[in-house]
């Protein structure tokens, strides 16, 4: 079985930091510590200008504060509270994390109300795992969870400061709790924490792993995702060439597919059941997209394509009279590499009903696949549910329901070839 395998770099970047509409604290309040003058004076100058949007007023303002003599620590707090709101507007976020990690902490923290803590500590924890600060992180999570403030995002770039920091085993619990916090929430898990959750379990258990790579593929939909699964898909037990074709079928249709083996091999397949126009049209799409050269067997492709295209029509007339309902399933599967799904779907079922079919398994699938291709997923969703036969079928089959369930979820992915 292919090995599972966890994009580090996409990890290292896909929890952002979007806090463009934060507004700095108030500089004044009607009870706790009070602001020295000049810096009270100065703030209140830098919230009117950043409330009207005129940032680079509002940092001047801020470094007046700074400038001021005899500040205490709650003064120097908020100063740097304000100096990182006001940088996160300017999207200087390298800036902002500086300015949030020094009012976080702060020994005047404490002097903030719960709500403003909760927000300092969050916003602080977000850039620093921006900023790949990892240890910043890791403080800061203890705090928001004193006070009841974190969410499945701050659980999801805690579990990415311990998986970079190669503490799996929390890496692993925090990302489970940003799951459990995503779907109380109603949302969709981040794939980060999904990654990390498919790593740990890949070392003991392939099934677990397995089970959270689809539910990754069926939330995103890209190819790469889809590459990996079809791969370990590959490696299931007494898998037939037939179903080898079906499940790079769905990679093909979802694409673009991602090696040169890929085109080949898939090529190889189509040729071997003797779908002359798929193979010429896999291989011409693996030399379109830079994967393959043209070579002598994408010319024999062309070549046979070429004469079958000479004579489908006549075939499917003939097919359509014939009481052997195989002629019609041979010619349904030619029919699949003309992306013409519609009259797969219609000749598939036909040749079906006629029975005499040497496999009404495979053609069970080929009726759900051409229904899913046409956009007709629930039906083709409860065709490809009803299949059985070999592990090797059923996975095929299951690969398509998942593609299926993808496109009903909006999931981004590559238009069909």
Do not use: C
């Amino acid at each position: 079985m292919t090995k599972f395998s966890v994009r580090v770099a996409l990890l290292a970047s896909a929890v952002s930091v979007s806090l463009a509409m934060l507004a700095p604290q108030q500089a004044t309040a009607a009870s706790g510590p009070k602001l020295s003058k000049d810096v009270a004076t100065a703030l209140i100058a830098a919230q009117k200008a950043s409330n009207a949007g005129d940032y680079q007023t509002a940092l001047t303002s801020v470094k007046q504060a700074q400038a001021a003599a005899g500040q205490s620590d709650y003064d120097t707090l908020q100063i740097n509270n304000f100096l990182g709101a006001i940088d996160i507007n300017l999207k200087d976020f390298a800036g902002a994390d500086v300015a949030l990690e020094a009012a976080a902490d702060s020994t005047a923290v404490g002097d903030l109300d719960p709500a403003n803590q909760k927000q300092l500590y969050h916003n602080a924890l977000l850039l620093a795992a921006q900023n790949q600060h990892w240890s910043k992180v890791l403080s800061y999570e203890p705090k928001l969870e004193a006070l009841q403030d974190n969410d499945d995002t701050t659980y999801a770039v805690t579990a990415q400061a311990y998986y970079f920091t190669k503490d799996m085993a929390n890496a692993k619990t925090y990302a489970q709790k940003s799951i459990d916090a995503a779907k109380a929430a109603g949302k969709q898990p981040n794939e980060v924490v999904l990654q990390i959750v498919m790593g740990s379990q890949a070392a003991t258990d392939q099934s677990a792993a397995e089970a959270t790579l689809e539910q990754i593929v069926v939330t995103y939909s890209r190819p790469d995702d889809w590459d990996q699964l079809v791969g370990v898909s590959l490696g299931t037990k007494g898998i037939s060439n037939a179903d080898a074709l079906n499940m790079y079928r769905v990679l093909y249709i979802q694409g673009p597919m991602k090696t040169a083996d890929d085109y080949t091999y898939m090529g190889s397949l189509a040729e071997a059941q003797r779908n002359s126009v798929e193979a010429r049209n896999v291989l011409q799409a693996g030399v379109s997209a830079g994967k393959i050269k043209a070579d002598t067997t994408l010319s024999k492709a062309r070549t046979e394509a070429s004469g079958d295209e000479k004579i489908i029509s006549p075939a499917m007339a003939a097919a359509s009279k014939s009481k052997k309902g195989e002629d019609g399933m041979q010619v349904a599967q030619d029919l699949w590499g003309y992306g013409r799904y519609a009259d797969v779907e219609t000749m598939a079922t036909a040749a079906k009903a006629k029975g005499g079919v040497k496999d009404p398994g495979e053609a069970a699938v080929l009726i759900g696949m051409a229904q899913i291709a046409q956009g007709k997923y629930d039906q083709g969703i409860a065709t490809l549910q009803s299949v059985t036969g070999s592990p090797g079928r059923q996975r095929a089959a299951h690969l398509w329901v998942l593609y299926a369930q993808a496109k009903q979820k909006g999931a981004t992915s590559a238009p069909a070839h």
